[in-house]
């Protein structure tokens, strides 16, 4: 019988100590290993110099270590990088690198393709293609760091997660949780949790359990306030309708003082008028959030149009008066297809 070899980059750090006290080493040995295979770029159990050379050699042959490198890097004219990466099926992803003044954010992706439909959205159209393990959700953050090192990065490296690339993570649960969990384990990235938010579309059996297991961030792509427009523009609120999320986004476990962001692409003559920003209002009442407001970028695949300048203040205006906290999200790497809802594969 042939003895599949197990991606070590999928395990967690308690699991990796299992598999390792599983070959009779002992457990220190895991917290070495662990370290070493998620310093960024590294995939060879030879170069693990403080390891015994015969653990090295056992674990060449009961496991192996997976590593994204991507195939093609897009980079806009407003310094956002796009990166798609070839995965071992064949099947393709990816992720978006966005250098702000003071801070990176990468944008993960945690599905191929995806199920959910929204009528906006090109990654919707694709349909869903399978749930990337947690080593390909990790490895998307490796590949991005290695890309900073070689050209001689900022410094800054990663320091911001959001789960908003392609796929809704929460229907990828188990992989969602398993790689947050080695991106905050101190022994490999080391990330906050403050640093990491997770979007959803609104799978509201998910989202506590979401805040349960891991102190993350929470994002609900609302762009709607009314079940009608949030229908017909996302099939998901017909399973679970705005009063179910809007109760899902109360009962979320937030740390203190965080809050949820809320986000809301505005288009054109669908949800953008004074009446749907009261509408907003009013729902959100008792919720701990801020808004981003996210004018939507235009496509030859969907027939929505942003709406202009003065109608996206008097709605900004609105919120305001009623005591929220808005972003208006200038849209980001639009000329290589990396802005939210246009990626593709
Ligand atoms: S917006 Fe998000 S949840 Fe909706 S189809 Fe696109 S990727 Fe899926």
Redesign the pocket.
């Given at each position: 019988m042939i003895m599949e070899k197990i991606d070590l980059k999928n395990l967690t750090l308690p699991e990796l100590t299992a598999w390792v006290e599983s070959l009779d080493l002992k457990p220190f040995r895991a917290r070495q290993i662990f370290a070493w295979i998620h310093r960024p770029g590294f995939s060879d159990f030879g170069q693990m110099t403080d390891i015994a050379k015969h653990v090295r050699q056992l674990l060449a042959e009961k496991a192996y270590l997976s590593r994204l490198v991507p195939a093609k890097v897009e980079c806009s004219s407003d310094g956002t990088v796009k990166f798609a990466f070839r995965l071992e099926d064949g099947q393709l992803i990816e992720s978006v690198l966005i250098p702000e003044e003071d801070r990176n954010t990468l944008c993960v992706s945690s599905q191929v393709g995806?199920a959910?439909?929204?009528n906006f959205?090109l990654?919707?159209t694709l349909g869903f293609k399978r749930n990337l393990t947690a080593a390909e959700i990790v490895g998307q953050v490796d590949a991005a760091l290695v890309w900073l090192q070689d050209r001689g990065g900022s410094g800054k490296g990663v320091n911001n997660l959001v789960f908003m690339g392609?796929?809704?993570p929460l229907l990828n649960f188990d992989n969602l949780i398993r790689a947050i969990q080695i991106l905050m384990e101190q022994r490999a990235h080391d990330f906050s949790g403050r640093r990491i938010t997770v979007s959803t579309?609104g799978i509201v059996p998910k989202m506590k359990e979401l805040g349960e297991k891991v102190p993350v961030n929470l994002a609900v792509?609302l762009h709607a306030a009314d079940n009608e427009t949030r229908d017909r523009l996302?099939p998901i609120n017909r399973t679970y309708p705005l009063e179910e999320l809007l109760k899902a986004c109360r009962e979320y476990p937030l740390p203190p003082r965080r809050r949820i962001m809320i986000e809301y692409a505005m288009l054109k003559g669908i949800n953008d008028s004074p009446a749907a920003a009261r509408l907003l209002v009013k729902k959100l009442h008792g919720i701990r959030c801020k808004i981003n407001i996210l004018p939507y970028n235009a496509s030859p695949d969907f027939p929505y149009e942003r709406p202009d300048d003065e109608t996206i203040e008097a709605f900004r205006q609105i919120l305001r008066q009623a005591g929220h906290t808005t972003l208006l999200r200038s849209s980001r790497g639009s000329d290589i297809s990396a802005a939210c809802?246009q990626l593709a594969g």
């Open positions: 995806c959910m439909g929204c959205c990654t919707g392609m796929g809704e579309c792509s996302m809802g």
